[in-house]
């Protein structure tokens, strides 16, 4: 049996913290618990063997936290200059221990180390590296630590970009993190191509993309700049510091992505002018700091492939600091929006359909996984010969920030997927009779209001 969970971005959450006021948005421990729990339960009664545990991507949170910048150092750096004992090494690495020293993840990651003893079979986990943990596949040592994170054999060798699930030595699920099918978050632009061959080359996953620049240089970099700019006894006194500021670090969890801007000037309890009042200092900093870097506007513009009037506003806006002498609120705009429009996730069902081993004749695939999109659900592909296929997303393990959609309102949801697939001849326990390969999939969202 197959079991797929993806985007945990379990995060080195003490990045945000203000002088002993937490904002951990790692989930609790026993929400995996309750998950692993909820499984075992589902199959008291069938008769599997083993299980297959594939965590497809977007496991580790390695692009965003602060310490990238008390360092030199990118994120953006590119897998081979991750070289054996440099200073970028050790860096990621650095992140890397920052992240499990969280209380919340060391504990998650504890309930990964011990799945055994939830099913009483063999439990094989596999790790499949997402955009924000492409650098989980950088060196030797950077692999054996997250090897050593998830229980896995301490090797140092490559994680496998995708996965395939065999039935009976045929291959019957494609696993992917997902990230593949988003330009802006891959550096393959894989539109151009008739077929996704299953196996994608390594070296379009090592390279840095244009998500890897805006997480890094806008969405993380704000809530820094914030802090520095008022100082944290500022926002935790003043409510409408601290309101902003709870924004900022909020960003990640936002859908869709291009809704951001308007998810910050709907700070409640606060006038949109009231909310840039406060905001323009940090929006000035930000644009000295992308206009004075040789390298941040030129990567945002190739890397994101921003072109005709976007490229040139961005550009001439850029060049010229226009908001040196004050920045009007349109200015931010043209820096923002091409940007978080770029990084807008779809489904995009019409690349999933490309896939080699969907096209190819006589496959025997009938299903493909992926995350990324933080968005759980169920797609069917086609149906050859009687024979179903479908397009499987497995949502996120994270709190999300769903906009209405006028984009004008926002809300607060807890997320888990569980995504189940068994093969031929494993018994589905809700069917009694042969089905053949089944899945079984659950998206779950929760909702609790805070009490005032």
Not at 237 to 252: C, N, Q, T, V
Not at 314 to 330: A, C, E, I, M
Request: proline letters at 5%; charged letters at 25%; one cysteine or more.
């Amino acid at each position: 049996m197959l079991i797929v969970m993806s985007d945990l971005h379990l995060a080195d959450s003490r990045s945000n913290n203000l002088n002993g006021r937490r904002y951990n948005h790692n989930l609790p421990p026993e929400v995996y618990t309750s998950y692993f729990k909820e499984i075992s339960e589902f199959l008291r009664d069938s008769s599997i063997e083993s299980i297959d545990l594939v965590l497809a991507g977007d496991v580790f949170e390695i692009t965003r936290s602060a310490l990238w910048h008390k360092a030199l150092l990118k994120p953006y750096l590119h897998n081979d200059e991750v070289t054996p004992g440099s200073q970028a090494e050790a860096h990621v690495l650095k992140v890397i221990e920052a992240i499990n020293r969280d209380e919340r993840v060391n504990e998650t990651l504890n309930v990964f180390r011990n799945l055994d003893a939830f099913y009483q079979k063999p439990v094989r986990v596999h790790f499949v590296p997402g955009n924000h943990d492409r650098l989980a596949n950088a060196s030797p040592a950077v692999r054996t630590r997250i090897q050593e994170l998830l229980g896995l054999t301490t090797n140092g060798t490559v994680f496998d970009n995708q996965f395939l699930y065999y039935d009976n030595g045929d291959p019957l699920v494609l696993v992917r993190h997902g990230h593949e099918y988003d330009r802006q978050n891959f550096s393959l632009d894989l539109r151009l191509l008739p077929e996704i061959p299953t196996i994608i080359q390594k070296e379009a996953y090592d390279k840095p993309v244009l998500g890897d620049i805006v997480t890094s240089e806008i969405v993380a970099e704000l809530p820094l700049l914030f802090r520095e700019h008022y100082g944290d006894a500022a926002i935790i006194a003043k409510e409408d510091l601290s309101r902003i500021y709870k924004r900022l670090i909020d960003f990640d969890n936002v859908r869709p992505s291009n809704a951001l801007v308007n998810f910050l000037f709907t700070t409640p309890g606060m006038t949109k002018s009231e909310v840039w009042k406060l905001i323009e200092p940090i929006m000035l900093k930000l644009l000295d700091n992308l206009a004075i870097s040789p390298d941040i506007g030129a990567n945002l513009i190739n890397l994101g492939h921003i072109k005709g009037a976007s490229a040139f506003t961005l550009r001439s806006v850029l060049r010229t600091r226009l908001w040196r002498k004050g920045l009007p609120f349109w200015v931010m705009k043209a820096v923002l929006n091409p940007a978080f429009k770029k990084s807008k996730i779809n489904t995009n069902l019409d690349l999933i359909m490309r896939e080699q081993c969907l096209k190819k004749e006589n496959s025997t695939v009938r299903c493909v996984v992926s995350g990324h999109t933080h968005n759980a659900l169920v797609e069917l592909l086609n149906v050859e010969h009687g024979e179903e296929r479908y397009y499987i997303n497995s949502g996120t393990f994270r709190n999300l920030i769903p906009s209405t959609p006028s984009m004008s309102d926002f809300g607060r949801l807890r997320s888990k997927a569980r995504v189940m697939i068994f093969n031929r001849f494993e018994r589905n326990p809700e069917y009694s009779r042969e089905t053949g390969w089944s899945f079984d999939f659950t998206a779950r969202h929760g909702f609790g209001s805070i009490l005032k």
